[in-house]
């Protein structure tokens, strides 16, 4: 089955306590993507990486690291979380940037106190 | 600057109803929209989407309309049903290409 999987789907940490969040997608897709999803807001992109070993800032990138060493997997790492980090975050993929349709994995709810 | 809108964050309609959600932007040059639906618990999932050389696209069930002239952008819905309830949003390809710009959401609630 074609789709984006995150880990984890939950999580709860404390300030400063590095974490990462895993995504990884079975499409082969070369783009990927990082949102965070507030309420008010939207979604709002953190990082894309447009293929291997390519990656760039989004929107709100202040706080995260991303890396693309391999097509299909496409981690957020948030080296030292912050409570304002505390959101919704979806990773996303497709076979390009601009009008291809991207692919969302379920979610993580992150919470730091 | 860039910015999608919504014009009403809820709509609650019938069941088998016809719904109509709305969106506006603000960028003249946007060339390419998409409206997701976004389920409780879980991530948006792709609905329909439109470049900005057409006027109307449809898909089963759904059809997206285009006004350019005024930086409008529409989903409809027909029949509507209890598993149409869910957010749904509307994206627009930023000028690099690089992101979708989303929107705030409204929330369809059909009741039966």
């Known amino acids: 089955e074609a789709q984006v999987t995150q880990n984890p789907r939950y999580l709860i940490t404390v300030t400063g306590k590095k974490l990462t969040v895993t995504c990884s997608q079975n499409m082969n897709h070369e783009y990927m993507s990082w949102y965070r999803q507030d309420p008010g807001l939207g979604l709002r992109q953190i990082y894309y990486?447009?293929?291997?070993?390519?990656?760039d800032k989004g929107d709100v990138p202040e706080g995260y690291k991303v890396s693309r060493k391999e097509k299909r997997n496409f981690p957020l790492i948030l080296e030292s979380p912050s409570p304002n980090q505390t959101s919704l975050y979806f990773c996303?993929?497709?076979f390009g940037q601009g009008d291809y349709e991207q692919y969302f994995g379920p979610g993580t709810r992150l919470t730091v106190t | 600057g860039e910015s999608v809108g919504l014009h009403l964050p809820t709509l609650s309609v019938q069941e088998g109803d016809n719904s109509i959600i709305n969106c506006a932007y603000s960028n003249s040059a946007s060339d390419y929209f998409i409206w997701y639906k976004q389920e409780s618990g879980k991530g948006p999932q792709f609905i329909i989407d439109?470049?900005?050389?057409?006027d109307k696209r449809q898909g089963q069930r759904v059809t997206v309309l285009l006004n350019k002239t005024v930086k409008h952008l529409s989903l409809q819905i027909a029949a509507t049903q209890p598993g149409d309830s869910a957010v749904y949003f509307c994206a627009e390809r930023n000028q690099a290409g690089t992101a979708l710009i989303f929107g705030k959401g409204t929330t369809l609630s059909v009741s039966s």
């Open positions: 439109i470049r900005s050389n057409m």
């Open positions: 996303a993929s497709s």
């Open positions: 990486s447009m293929n291997v070993e390519v990656t």
